[in-house]
């Protein structure tokens, strides 16, 4: 069995906007979810930034993360169409750190001081999966991914091989991010935090912006999508995944390992780098990572590399690391659906030896008729996914 | 794309009932059962490594779940005939299981937060916090660049299964790890104590093995312990915190097991073993009543297997044992087992498997 697959459904909410139309219209106007954190004590941060959900009736301690999916997958859902989501349907969520402010409620007082009839003590990432599974009623596969910074993108990668060889025909993939003590501290510490913004693919770069969101889209077979006449946004083409086997931090500098992923999703997808119109770039704005992606780029697509609009949409949203390949997908596939390449903002000038490149500077730009995209996510330790959308 | 047939080609443990395969599959044999013992600094039992084979690494300062992974992955790999260098590297996928997972890094990194603040945070305290780097650790030391997965819970070998079966990786090294905590063993073994019910001791352990394209394993000479004949996933939608709460009627895991058995395109009949993911009698109740809602009650005469009962609930592990259990156990059979897998937070997935 290989059925197409179609995103059907989409689901965000971030700090640029929660909601499909709001967050389109942070896209085109490339706003800026960044700025001083206020739903944590940052006093002793260095920076104490980062890309904060100030929506109301998510919790702010506990239970954030699941409130941030359990928000994110009703939207899919309802902007899907689907009335009763069949009892197979799969879940399956990326997440870097998980529900971490359960971790440190419980975890951080030393051991005559601890917790020990704390209600719900042990959450590891998937007790997020499980619990939205629950709350949404389906018994189907229950899949997490903490591959770091590619574990949402990984997480629509595999749900989609799921409905593509009929073990679901309707799957929520997404990826949630929190922020917390424990990654703001430990970002800092890596001296991997801009203390002004996020900067990709600027000369001027120099680090990230966290940031936590929640974003799930709903996949499901195109005959299914068909049978009840759903419109999709993009066919989910293909995927590939890999590793650099190279350093616990440092991306490889010719992007060896991103190479292999992006061939193998090319591949996966039946496509040659000819037909790509766009690329989504991870792009996280740090001096390493942004030219191994390009040399990775340039490796795969050739000369024609410089004519390939790429941008990096976390100059907007920042780095949600688990979550952000679920955020980018969201974005290709509105950008597909509204026939617009989405900028990096804050752009000012070109990375050394890329000056002839098209970044999409600052503003969105009209894009009627996009084909394919491709969107990478490659993750601390050297994990790589990347997936290709395609026009269904 | 075409379907291939999987293999398993290689096999790398490290149990309470031994820390290499010879050891393992001897205990195996011989019926062994391992002992509970504290773990250290703490009161709680549970079952230990048999070998501190990470003894020798721990001077180097290694994390060590990332440590335990690698021994066992290395072993797998050299069971299957793959050594270092080798250029199939490039293209051998890892899919690894975590579950409570780098918790011992977690719990150092936030009590030195706790004390110091976040300008006394470490950088490499806080990397060996991360979910994904033990799996990064095996892939860089063994050179693993191909698709490569971390995943919460216990589905590891359902998805390496997936992607060595539709052409995504000719070799995948699937597996998962589990070293326990202090404070995450506390929490767990309270837990327990607020169930009311005798439920299973968390172990340590890891267990990996090599899943293969079988003609592709034909072409290097490499020997077939097993073949993956079908797999089948569900999930019954229960807290991680709440271990003993599962399903009664064991509705998710007869779910995954008649998917498993269609997948396999076999019958119940033809099953020679099912290896059970309970270990206590509340969880092996409900599986069991699962099991007879698909295959009736001819599994009173099938062979049962209950690794759990001999060395406790290794958690991200447990898939992988059950795994080589099942090949320590049935070798030279030509049996069909059925493999069945349960993850705190009520994912269940099940495997058929013949072993050769």
Not at chain 2, 203 to 215: H, I, N, S, T
Not at chain 2, 264 to 270: K, L, Q, T, W, Y
């Amino acid at each position: 069995m290989n059925r197409d697959v179609y995103i059907t459904g989409l689901g965000i909410i971030s700090s640029i906007g929660t909601g499909k139309e709001a967050f389109l219209e942070g896209l085109l106007s490339a706003r800026n979810g960044p700025g001083p954190i206020k739903g944590l004590d940052v006093e002793g941060y260095r920076i104490g930034r980062g890309g904060e959900v100030r929506e109301g009736g998510v919790p702010q301690g506990e239970g954030r993360g699941l409130g941030l999916a359990l928000r994110a997958a009703n939207e899919a859902i309802a902007d899907a169409g689907i009335e009763r989501l069949p009892e197979n349907t799969a879940v399956a969520l990326g997440s870097g750190s998980g529900e971490m402010h359960a971790m440190e409620a419980t975890l951080s007082p030393r051991e005559d001081e601890l917790l020990l009839d704390y209600p719900d003590p042990l959450q590891p990432p998937n007790s997020m999966t499980s619990k939205l599974a629950k709350r949404l009623e389906v018994r189907g596969r229950q899949l997490t991914f903490v591959n770091a910074c590619a574990a949402g993108a990984q997480a629509i990668a595999v749900s989609a091989g799921l409905v593509r060889r009929g073990r679901a025909d309707v799957a929520l993939a997404g990826g949630v991010e929190i922020l917390s003590h424990m990654v703001l501290s430990g970002f800092e510490a890596l001296r991997a935090v801009s203390p002004t913004g996020c900067h990709p693919f600027d000369a001027g770069r120099d680090g990230i912006q966290l940031a936590e969101l929640g974003a799930v889209v709903l996949l499901e077979s195109a005959d299914h999508a068909r049978s009840r006449g759903a419109q999709p946004y993009a066919r989910l083409a293909g995927s590939g995944a890999s590793a650099d086997a190279s350093h616990v931090v440092k991306p490889d500098e010719a992007g060896a390992g991103a190479v292999l992923a992006l061939r193998r999703a090319l591949e996966d997808a039946g496509l040659t780098p000819d037909d790509i119109d766009y690329v989504n770039a991870h792009g996280t704005g740090t001096v390493q990572n942004d030219p191994a992606e390009l040399a990775a780029l340039v490796s795969v697509f050739g000369e024609r590399t410089a004519r390939i609009p790429i941008s990096s949409t976390k100059s907007m949203l920042g780095h949600a690391l688990g979550a952000s390949g679920a955020a980018e997908v969201v974005i290709c596939a509105l950008a597909m659906r509204h026939g617009f390449l989405p900028p990096t903002a804050g752009f000012r000038r070109p990375i050394e030896g890329y000056e002839a490149f098209d970044f999409v500077p600052n503003e969105a730009r009209p894009a009627p008729g996009l084909r394919n995209i491709v969107s990478n996510a490659f993750a601390f330790g050297g994990n790589n996914v990347v997936l290709v959308l395609s026009r269904a | 794309m075409s379907v291939r047939r999987v293999v398993i080609t290689g096999r790398g443990v490290c149990s309470p009932l031994g820390c290499d395969w010879p050891s393992f599959d001897a205990a195996v044999r011989a019926g062994s059962e391992a002992s509970l013992a504290p773990f250290p600094g703490t009161d709680v039992l549970c079952y230990q490594l048999s070998d501190d084979v990470l003894a020798k690494r721990s001077g180097r300062g290694e994390e060590p779940l990332g440590a335990l992974a690698t021994v066992c992955a290395r072993q797998a790999l050299s069971d299957a005939r793959i050594e270092a260098g080798d250029e199939l590297l490039d293209d051998v996928g890892l899919v690894m299981n975590t579950a409570l997972g780098t918790s011992g890094a977690i719990e150092s990194y936030l009590e030195r937060l706790r004390e110091r603040g976040p300008r006394a945070a470490r950088p490499a305290q806080f990397v060996d916090t991360l979910l994904s780097m033990p799996a990064s650790r095996v892939g860089i030391a063994l050179g693993l660049r191909g698709n490569t997965a971390v995943l919460g819970g216990s589905s590891a070998f359902e998805l390496a299964f997936d992607w060595v079966r539709h052409g995504h990786s000719p070799v995948v090294v699937a597996g998962g790890a589990e070293y326990l905590s202090p404070k995450s063993l506390r929490y767990y073994d309270r837990l327990i104590e607020r169930s009311g019910a005798p439920r299973a001791k968390l172990a340590q352990a890891a267990a990996f093995g090599v899943l293969e394209d079988a003609d592709h394993a034909e072409r290097r000479g490499a020997r077939p312990l097993a073949e993956v004949l079908g797999s089948g996933g569900a999930s019954e939608g229960q807290e991680v915190s709440v271990p003993w709460g599962c399903d009664p009627e064991g509705r998710a895991q007869a779910a995954a097991v008649r998917e498993a058995l269609e997948d396999a395109s076999i019958a119940g009949a033809e099953l020679g073993a099912i290896v059970l993911a309970s270990g206590d009698d509340v969880a092996e109740q409900a599986e069991l009543t699962a099991l007879r809602s698909i295959l009736g009650d001819p599994i009173v005469s099938m062979r049962l297997l209950r690794p759990k009962r001999r060395m406790g609930e290794p958690l991200a592990a447990s898939a992988g044992l059950a795994l080589l259990v099942t090949i320590a156990a049935l070798e030279g059979s030509g049996s069909i087992a059925l493999v069945n897998s349960f993850e705190m937070g009520g994912g269940v997935s099940s495997l058929v498997v013949r072993v050769s």
